[in-house]
């Protein structure tokens, strides 16, 4: 995949005289993530295809909720950006990934995170009555999908969901994919990548994916991140029914794009839902 046409004349009106210094992307989605400078700058590039969901909600995080990170280098700093085109640029976030470096296993780290996810939480909150109610059925749709959940398991899966009750929540700004693959460190500081996944949500979403990884296998990391963040916002029933739409989502997602280790983790997470 590459640029669309329209991506190019975008982005070389944007930076005229940018050269390439690295292509970021996934691989899994199509989604281009371009690493470019120009004169002495650098900036990220990202652009999506014609399937591509990811994007609008990216440019929506950038436009209406970074600003509490941004303005403290935490986060990367908005260009400019078409929604139409599929196209966003932002200034390049020094910092190494946390996710494969030491810093992934140091409980400072998730002290820290937890600081900042608290911040980027507090910024609004909204009741709505129907968000049980659709998480159900999107859960309920991809067990309709293509995937390897056993036949038995997924009809038990299937059951116990449509009997969830579907009481009003409170939703918050929220990451989405919140866990140390989208987190750099820079000598010590913590800061955020990846917002394409970014939108309204009960708080605890964002635990989900460091439940089922990092707080597994250490749980000091666990307690170190609420207590940067300043409390636990898991109610245990609420709490079982994300973490089940999570394995579920998981488990067919990894499947349709090809992720064989995530989708294995969603199994396992299937599993340690339903005890």
Known sequence: MGLTDRQQVLLDTWLPSAELVKDHSWGLIGTLVLELTQNGERYIAKAGDAADHHLAREIRAHRN????????????????????????????????????????????????????????????????????????????????????????LAERLQAEIAGWPTAPAILVPTHGDWQPRNWLTDNGTIRVIDFGRADL???????????????????????????????????????????????????????????????????????????
């Open 65 to 152: 909720w970074l600003t509490p990170w941004t303005s403290r280098g935490r986060a990367p700093q908005l260009v400019n950006a078409d929604d139409d085109a599929k196209l966003l640029l932002t200034r390049f976030l020094p910092g190494e990934l946390v996710e494969g470096s030491p810093a992934e296993w140091a409980p400072a780290t998730y002290r820290e995170a937890g600081e900042l996810l608290a911040q980027f939480h507090q910024q609004s909150a909204v009741p709505d009555d129907t968000y049980e109610s659709r998480e159900n059925q999107r859960t309920l749709t991809y067990l309709g999908k293509p995937h390897r959940i056993a036949s038995e």
């Open 201 to 275: 949500r009960p708080a605890y979403t964002d635990l989900a994916r460091l439940a089922a990884q990092q707080f597994r296998s250490n749980p000091e990391l666990e307690t170190a991140f609420l207590n940067g963040y300043g409390e636990d916002p898991r109610e245990p029933d609420v709490w079982h029914r994300a973490q089940l739409r999570e394995a579920v989502n998981t488990c067919v997602w990894a499947y349709q794009v090809g992720d064989e280790p995530f989708e294995q983790q969603g199994h396992r997470m299937i599993a340690e839902a339903i005890g």
